[in-house]
């Protein structure tokens, strides 16, 4: 599976056990419900999503232009980290205002979720590889012999 098809397959199966964690993860750490936290799961899930699509877009551009071909662990490391650390930029406000907490507060809350997610995006992304096969980006340039 390549392209479009890839991505979109990858940022939905990636997020419907992202919903589910955020919301146990919140109401765990907060005073807030199922409602509150569920919904904020919701909303932080189509940032995730509209930020995994860019990200990997642009990921994928800078990928396709090296000269070792593959996904090792530092590349897949670098990868989540970069997307977590966007990702923290973009709820960091949301969270903050949603779950009437200061903003130190919900750093704290949303570092908690990075650690938990630089390490599910680590083993999610290598075993949807494992289930995929790699994208065109990620795979060695095939020599022809003529």
Do not use: C
Not at 21 to 45: D, P
Not at 54 to 60: G, M
Not at 115 to 137: K, Q
Request: cysteine-free; hydrophobic content about 55%.
């Amino acid at each position: 599976m390549q392209g479009k098809q890839r991505k979109v397959v990858h940022a939905i199966l990636f997020e419907v056990f992202a919903v589910i964690s955020v919301t146990l993860a919140f109401m765990a750490t907060t005073q807030h419900g199922v409602g509150s936290s569920g919904s904020l799961a919701v909303v932080t899930s189509a940032v995730a999503m509209s930020w995994n699509m860019a990200y990997n877009f642009i990921f994928e551009k800078w990928e396709a232009r090296q000269s070792t071909r593959g996904r090792s662990l530092v590349r897949r490391i670098t990868h989540a980290i970069g997307f977590e650390a966007g990702l923290v930029v973009l709820l960091l406000p949301l969270v903050a205002w949603w779950l009437d907490m200061g903003v130190w507060t919900a750093l704290g809350l949303e570092l908690g979720l990075v650690l938990f997610f630089v390490i599910y995006g680590l083993v999610f992304n290598w075993y949807f590889d494992r289930l995929f096969g790699l994208p065109t980006s990620a795979k060695a340039h095939e020599t022809t012999a003529e």
